[in-house]
């Protein structure tokens, strides 16, 4: 099974009533939104050099209108993947943590209706993750 199959396990976990996309948004997105993506994962070595897990994070950059709903929406995100252990077979996965986060801020495109620059928080899960088959 292939590790795509584990990010689409992880995005499924994501909050609901909000537009998801993989990778980037297209020019024609709405706020709100949420683009998801990976790092390359770190890898732990025993001393023998055999690979004993990795460690991935999950990217959530959310972009709104207003810094409030960009807050709001972060929170949502918190509360649907903090702690969460994504199921999948053939894996075995930690739970997701907080890492690394910036903003919110504005970003350097605008919305169409208002001219007013999004607000953009980019968000950092970090998890652990090996292979039990």
Not at 13 to 20: E, R
Not at 72 to 92: H, R
């Amino acid at each position: 099974m292939s590790v795509l199959a584990l990010h689409a396990a992880i995005r499924a976990l994501m909050p609901t009533g909000i537009t998801l996309y993989v990778g980037q948004a297209p020019a024609t997105a709405v706020a709100p939104w949420i683009v998801t993506g990976f790092d390359a994962p770190d890898i732990t070595t025993s001393e023998a050099a055999q690979g004993i897990s990795k460690t991935g994070t999950l990217i959530a950059t959310i972009a709104t209108e207003t810094e409030d709903a960009t807050n709001f929406w972060t929170e949502k995100a918190d509360d649907a993947l903090f702690g969460v252990a994504p199921v999948l077979a053939g894996w075995s996965v930690g739970a997701l943590i907080p890492g690394d986060r910036t903003g919110p801020y504005p970003a350097g495109m605008t919305a169409t209706d208002t001219n007013l620059r999004f607000q953009v928080t980019r968000l950092g899960y970090r998890f652990t993750y090996s292979r039990t088959t």
